[in-house]
């Protein structure tokens, strides 16, 4: 099983859909997740970090299950603007401490 | 703030040249990555520092890949000799002394090409 993973996708949704993505991660210790979003031909940026309880930003909503190792990212009322990839990250710290990324889901809204 | 700088943009050389790539951290930030990002293996972390001193080199591809960080405010990825194989993005990140697993900002990203 892969670190991360994450549905390449393209993801093709109409503007103001709905649209959720997961990513699975196989280390049960990992201790930190977040999403972050590229834009074509751009660097990564922190789209929000992934809490044990949830966490939501706007219309953005991140969701931590431990019990099944995966994290979800939730956007509500999709905007034009949100076509980019997103990018799971999972680290852990300790004497094997590492940060993994996943290699993105594409997402493309459409008009 | 200006952000993290890395230089040059874009780098376009011939197979067994050396290439050099610089990259300028936040100031303040006491940890500083270095990423490789290609279509195939997505992003990947080469190396990363804290408070210039290389933590974790696993990442590094093989002994053509070297870093350095001599100071707090920049560090260096060096290839010798490149191989086609070594084209990808580059990018350099660093973090903010909360810890190694704070958010990253990341620099714009050196496009290597070897032909």
Not at chain 1, 56 to 82: H, P, V, W
Not at chain 2, 8 to 34: A, N
Request: glycine content about 8%.
């Amino acid at each position: 099983r892969k670190e991360v993973e994450q549905d390449p996708g393209p993801f093709n949704v109409p503007e103001g859909a709905t649209v959720a993505f997961n990513c699975t991660y196989s280390n049960s210790a990992s201790q930190s997740f977040f999403w972050y979003r590229q834009d074509c031909r751009k660097e990564p940026k922190l789209l929000m970090s992934v809490y044990s309880s949830g966490n939501e930003d706007g219309r953005f909503t991140a969701q931590l299950n431990r019990a099944s190792q995966y994290i979800s990212l939730l956007i509500r009322d999709s905007k034009l603007s949100d076509s980019a990839t997103y990018l799971c990250v999972v680290s852990w710290g300790g004497r094997d401490d590492k940060i993994i990324f996943g290699k993105g889901t594409r997402l493309h809204i459409l008009p | 703030d200006a952000g993290v700088i890395q230089s040059p943009r874009h780098e376009v050389t011939e197979m067994g040249q050396e290439v050099t790539l610089r990259c300028k951290p936040i100031s303040g930030h006491d940890y500083l990555f270095w990423y490789r990002q290609t279509m195939m293996r997505g992003l990947e972390l080469l190396i990363y520092f804290n408070n210039n001193v290389p933590i974790d080199d696993s990442g590094m591809p093989e002994d053509r890949f070297s870093a350095k960080m001599p100071n707090a405010s920049f560090s260096t990825l060096k290839i010798q000799p490149s191989e086609p194989r070594d084209s990808a993005v580059y990018f350099c990140a660093s973090s903010s002394p909360s810890g190694y697993t704070d958010t990253q900002y990341f620099g714009p990203g050196t496009r290597l090409t070897v032909l």
